[in-house]
C-alpha cells in the first residue's frame, strides 16, 4: 500500500496569512506515461462531508476559490492557501489515487491563530 | 449535480452484517461517466476507502476488507449498495457515499461528489 503522510498535524494560522500543508507519499504517485500526479486534495469542515479541492496535483475543482494551489511532483507535494479566511477552518486531507488500495493522508487540521 | 444520500441500519450487533444504500440523483448509475465508491471515517479519525463499483459491476475492492465485503448496483433504483460481514467494533465509522467523474477514456479514483455519510455503530 502506498503510504501518505502529512505534515504538520495541525496548523494555526492569521487571518490573511499563508497556509501550507504538505503531503509525502511512500512511493512516487506520478505516472511517467502521461506525465500526470495522481493526489487529489480535500477540506473536510466539521459534520461535513470531505469536498475535492484539487486532483492531479494542482487542477482545482470548479468553483474552488484560486486562493488554494497544489503543487509538487512524485512523492512530495504541498497545498497552499495564499491568504486564510475565516471559512478554511477545516482537516485538510491529501490522497493518491495511482495504486489500490486508493489512500488517504492522516490529516492536517488548520486553525486561525 | 450529482447528489448522493446514504441509507441504512445506525446500530450493527457484533458478528453481523452491515448493509448500506446510496441513492443517487442528477444522474444514472447506469452512466459510464461514474464509478460509484464507499469511504469510511472512524469517530475523530481519517479516511480510509472501502472500495468502488462501475455500473457494470467491475470491482475495487480495499484488499483489508475484501473477504467481508460485496458491493452491487442496483440500476433500476438508481442505488448502489454495501454489506460488511463479520463487523466488529473497529468497524464503527460514518460511511460515505461517493463519485468519481470519468473521462471518456479512464476513470480516475478521486471522489467528487460525497453524500453528507451515515454514523453506523458496532455494538451489542
Known amino acids: 500500500d502506498i503510504v501518505m503522510t502529512q505534515s504538520p498535524d495541525s496548523l494555526a494560522v492569521s487571518l490573511g496569512e499563508r497556509a501550507t500543508i504538505n503531503c509525502k507519499s511512500s512511493q512516487s504517485v506520478l505516472y511517467t506515461s502521461n506525465n500526470k500526479n495522481y493526489l487529489a486534495w480535500y477540506q473536510q469542515k466539521p459534520g461535513q462531508p470531505p469536498k475535492l479541492l484539487i486532483y492531479?496535483?494542482?487542477t482545482r475543482e470548479s468553483g474552488v476559490p484560486d486562493r488554494f494551489s497544489g503543487s509538487g511532483s512524485g512523492t512530495d507535494f504541498t497545498l497552499t492557501i495564499s491568504s486564510l479566511q475565516a471559512e478554511d477552518v477545516a482537516v485538510y486531507y491529501c490522497?493518491?489515487?495511482?495504486?489500490?488500495?486508493?489512500?488517504f493522508g492522516q490529516g492536517t487540521k488548520l486553525e486561525i491563530k | 449535480q450529482l447528489q448522493l444520500q446514504e441509507s441504512g441500519p445506525g446500530l450493527v450487533k457484533p458478528s453481523e452484517t452491515l448493509s448500506l444504500t446510496c441513492t443517487v440523483s442528477?444522474?444514472?448509475?447506469?452512466?459510464?461517466?461514474?464509478?460509484w465508491g464507499w469511504i469510511r471515517q472512524p469517530p475523530g479519525k481519517g479516511l480510509e476507502w472501502i472500495g468502488s463499483?462501475?455500473?457494470?459491476?467491475?470491482?475495487y475492492h480495499n484488499p483489508s476488507l475484501q473477504s467481508r465485503l460485496t458491493l452491487s448496483v442496483d440500476t433500476s433504483k438508481n442505488q448502489f449498495s454495501l454489506k460488511l460481514g463479520s463487523v466488529t467494533d473497529a468497524d464503527t465509522a460514518v460511511y460515505y457515499c461517493?463519485?468519481?467523474?470519468?473521462?471518456?477514456?479512464?476513470?480516475?479514483?478521486?471522489?467528487?461528489?460525497w453524500g453528507q455519510g451515515t454514523l453506523v455503530t458496532v455494538s451489542s
Open positions: 461517493a463519485s468519481t467523474h470519468c473521462s471518456s477514456a479512464s476513470c480516475y479514483l478521486y471522489f467528487d461528489s
Open positions: 442528477g444522474g444514472s448509475i447506469s452512466s459510464s461517466s461514474y464509478y
Open positions: 463499483i462501475y455500473y457494470s459491476g467491475s470491482t
Open positions: 490522497q493518491q489515487y495511482y495504486n489500490d488500495p486508493y489512500t
Open positions: 492531479w496535483a494542482s
